[in-house]
C-alpha cells in the first residue's frame, strides 16, 4: 500500500507569473489532496518562483519542493519528480499550464475502476484569447485496451503521435518496471521515445474523456520558440524508437509507422532550420543520416515512395545510405 494516491509531477523554470493560475486550478480538484503529494521541481528559475512556492506550499497537505540551482531541462526535472513520487498513480503538470475542475478526480476515479498501466485523455490549446480543442486519437472510450492498438495503423493520426506527459494518469506499476522515466538529460523530444516505450510495453491502457488539461502554447522563451541544437534532440529520440523496435518480436508491424513518423518530423526540421547556420544546418543532416541508416533500406525505400513529392524532394539527401538511390528515384 502505498502513501498516497496521487502524485502530481510539476517542473518550471521562470514560470512565476503563470504559477497561481495553475496552483489555483489544482486546488478546484475537489478532496483529492488530503491523500496527494503536490511535487514541484523548481528547475533553475531566477524569477519569483520561491516567493510563488512559499504561497502557495501551505495549501496542499503534502508539498514538496525540489530545487535545481541550473536549469536540467523537462526530462531531468521529471526524473526527479518520479524519484520522489510516493503515490500510487502519478500526474505530470507543466508550470505554465493549468486544469479544468475536477480533472483529477475523473481521471482517479476511471483509473481505480479500470485498473489499467495508464490513461490518457484529451487537451486545449491555449494561444492568447484562442482556445482549441484537441482529441486524443482514439475511439474506443472507458475501456480497457492493449496499448499496441494506439500505434497503427501507419498512415492515420494515433496515439504514438499523441506523447504529452500531462495527458494522463500512469500507475505506479510503470514506474517499478522502469518503463515511465524519461530518457536523460534530453532538454526537447523527451516524450517521443517515451510514448513509444508505453504502448510497446505496457500491459493496459484507456483514453477517457475528462474535464481537460489547458495548455498554453506560443510562449516568449519556451523552447518550442527557440531554434538551436536542443532541437535537435528529435534526431536522438528517433533512434530510441527504432531501438525499440528492433528488440521486438515483430519489428515488421512496427516498422511502417515509425518510418513514416521519421519522415514526416524529419521534413518539418528541415523545413524549420532552413535559416539557420550553416553549421547546425550540418549537424541536422549528418544526425539525420546516422538515424535513418538504422531503418532496414528495404523499408525506408518503400515507406519514402508513399511520401507526397514535396516531402521527398525535402528529406531525399539527409537519409544515409539509402539516400543515393532515392535521390534518383526523385529525379
Not at 502519478?90 to 481505480?112: K, S, Y
Not at 506523447?163 to 506499476?173: D, E, N, S, V
Not at 511502417?256 to 521534413?267: G, V
Amino acid at each position: 500500500m502505498t502513501e498516497a494516491d496521487l502524485s502530481i509531477i510539476i517542473p518550471a523554470k521562470n514560470g512565476a507569473s503563470y504559477l497561481p493560475t495553475m496552483f489555483g486550478s489544482l486546488l478546484r480538484q475537489g478532496d483529492i489532496w488530503e491523500r496527494s503529494q503536490v511535487i514541484f521541481v523548481n528547475d533553475g528559475s531566477t524569477d519569483d518562483t520561491p516567493r510563488v512556492l512559499d504561497e502557495f506550499a501551505e495549501k496542499f497537505p503534502r508539498f514538496d519542493v525540489i530545487t535545481n540551482p541550473e536549469a536540467g531541462g523537462l526530462a531531468n526535472a521529471r526524473n526527479q519528480g518520479l524519484e520522489a513520487a510516493i503515490g500510487e498513480h502519478v500526474a505530470f503538470l507543466d508550470g505554465d499550464d493549468w486544469l479544468a475542475p475536477d480533472h483529477l478526480p475523473t481521471l482517479l476515479e476511471a483509473a481505480h475502476r479500470l485498473d489499467v498501466d495508464f490513461i490518457r485523455c484529451d487537451h486545449t490549446t491555449v494561444e492568447g484569447a484562442k482556445r482549441s480543442f484537441k482529441r486524443a486519437p482514439m475511439a474506443v472510450r472507458n475501456r480497457a485496451l492493449d496499448p499496441r492498438v494506439g500505434i497503427l495503423p501507419a498512415h492515420d493520426s494515433t496515439m504514438v503521435d499523441y506523447p504529452y506527459a500531462w495527458a494522463g494518469l500512469f500507475h505506479r506499476r510503470l514506474l517499478e518496471q522502469g518503463i515511465l522515466d524519461f530518457p536523460a538529460d534530453f532538454m526537447t523530444a523527451e516524450d517521443r521515445s517515451w510514448i513509444w516505450r508505453l504502448h510497446l510495453r505496457a500491459a493496459s491502457f484507456a483514453v477517457v474523456d475528462s474535464p481537460g488539461i489547458l495548455y498554453r502554447r506560443g510562449l516568449v522563451g519556451s523552447l518550442t520558440q527557440i531554434l538551436d541544437e536542443r532541437q535537435l534532440d528529435f534526431i536522438r529520440a528517433f533512434s530510441q524508437v527504432f531501438h525499440l523496435i528492433r528488440d521486438e518480436a515483430e519489428p515488421e508491424r512496427w516498422w511502417p509507422k515509425a518510418i513514416r513518423n521519421w519522415l514526416a518530423i524529419l521534413d518539418h526540421q528541415i523545413t524549420r532550420f532552413g535559416s539557420s547556420p550553416a553549421s547546425l544546418r550540418m549537424k541536422l543532416r549528418r544526425g539525420a543520416g546516422i538515424v535513418s541508416s538504422q531503418i532496414p533500406s528495404e523499408l525506408l525505400i518503400r515507406e519514402f515512395s508513399q511520401q507526397k513529392p514535396s516531402r521527398q524532394l525535402n528529406v531525399c539527401s539527409y537519409l544515409g545510405a539509402s539516400s543515393s538511390y532515392i535521390t534518383e528515384m526523385v529525379k
